[in-house]
């Protein structure tokens, strides 16, 4: 179970980091304006990543059998950079989704989430990848694919993050 965990997961980050690098290359540098925020379009509502609130711009949910994955991301305030973070779950059979569940790296158990945090800048361009090593989950299932989710961990880096969003998938 580990390792099809583990092989899910790293599956997921190698699509998300694609899809950035695609959407950094397509949006490349022109004469755009950064306020339009081209480069990351927004899909509508927001989410607050350390105390700043920002655009929706990424808002994947996966469920199969027992196993959830959410990836969640915000535009810069400055149009010039996206934050998204990643979570995956696993949960004993016959539970559902809903409450609170630590963040543990590596392998996590059944009922624990590994978690990352990705970073893209346009200008420069840079991108960053970070394992949340510690930290809480707290899921808010509100029915209809409709979820309340709130994080907050450090990264294997040190950087604390604190993550609130509702968002209907």
Known sequence: MKN???????????IMFCFVSLSIVSCGKDDDK???????????????????????????????????TFQLGGVTPD???????S??????????????YPIKPDFPDENEFSA???KQRINPVSQ??????????KIVNNGSNDYDINVNGKTIGGEDVKVSVRHKF
Request: with cysteine; proline share 1%; charged share 10%.
């Open 128 to 137: 960053s990848f970070e394992e949340i090593i510690s930290g809480t989950v």
């Open 4 to 14: 099809f965990f583990l092989f899910k997961t790293t599956i997921y980050v190698m």
């Open 87 to 100: 979570l995956d779950i696993a949960l004993s059979f016959g539970k559902t989704l809903g409450g609170t």
């Open 34 to 68: 950064a306020e339009t925020c081209d480069a990351f379009p927004s899909i509508g509502g927001t989410i607050s990543i350390n105390g700043t609130t920002q655009n929706l711009s990424i808002a994947q949910y996966i469920a199969a059998s027992n196993s959830y």
């Open 116 to 118: 990352s945090l990705i």
């Open 79 to 85: 149009c010039t950079g996206q934050t998204v973070i």
